[in-house]
């Protein structure tokens, strides 16, 4: 099963409960690599680190530091920055500022790219950082700031509940429902 990027958005849920019997294939993770490379960032700084861990001890080890990570997922996707690349190679607003938004972009990509090939995940962000860090093995400068558990749902997702449109969107000012 391969989805188009609308139909992945339209159906993407987050999912906290996965089949531990099932393991990802090698091409969902090469595709993973493949969304990582292929995500932009401000000033094409390309500060961002990413660790998939996909050893099922590692990620238990993960999962003692990292509240918010729930379920068997058969892989986790550490998003980090490094502040001190983002800062030499795109100045002071990319280490305040646009580290993140190219993390936000980046897990886009992952939630995305996942989605399209049948595997489900769940964006968290309770977790210690420095715990996490040492676990990982990162340089000092290099700080996770996200995870993506990944894998295969054992249940249905529920439905997806939003806000009207008009409470979220507007055309050329605040409030302006139509095009």
């Known amino acids: 099963m391969v989805l188009d990027v609308a139909e992945s958005i339209r159906t993407r849920r987050s999912t906290r409960s996965y089949d531990s019997t099932k393991r990802l294939p090698r091409e969902v993770f090469e595709a993973l690599e493949q969304a ?19 050893e099922p001890d590692q990620i238990r080890r993960v999962k003692r530091f990292a509240q918010g990570v729930s379920g068997n997922p058969a892989a986790v996707a550490v998003l980090c920055s490094n502040r001190v690349e983002a800062l030499s190679k795109g100045g002071a607003d990319t ?6 938004v190219n993390l936000g972009i980046a897990a886009a990509y992952i939630l995305l790219t996942a989605q399209s090939l ?5 964006p968290a962000r309770s977790f210690h950082a420095k715990a996490i860090q040492q676990l990982l093995g990162l340089p000092e400068e290099v700080v996770p700031e996200l995870m993506i558990t990944l894998g ?20 050329d000012r605040y409030g302006k429902e139509s095009i």
Do not use: W
Not at 118 to 122: F, K, Q
Not at 152 to 169: G, H, I, M, N
């Open 36 to 54: 990582v490379l292929n995500s932009p960032s401000g000033s094409n700084a390309q500060e961002s680190h990413f660790v998939i861990v996909q």
């Open 95 to 100: 280490a305040e500022t646009l580290r993140f």
């Open 118 to 122: 049948g595997v489900s995940s769940c």
């Open 152 to 171: 295969y749902a054992d249940q249905p997702p529920r439905p997806k509940t939003s806000k009207p449109s008009r409470e979220v969107l507007s055309y």
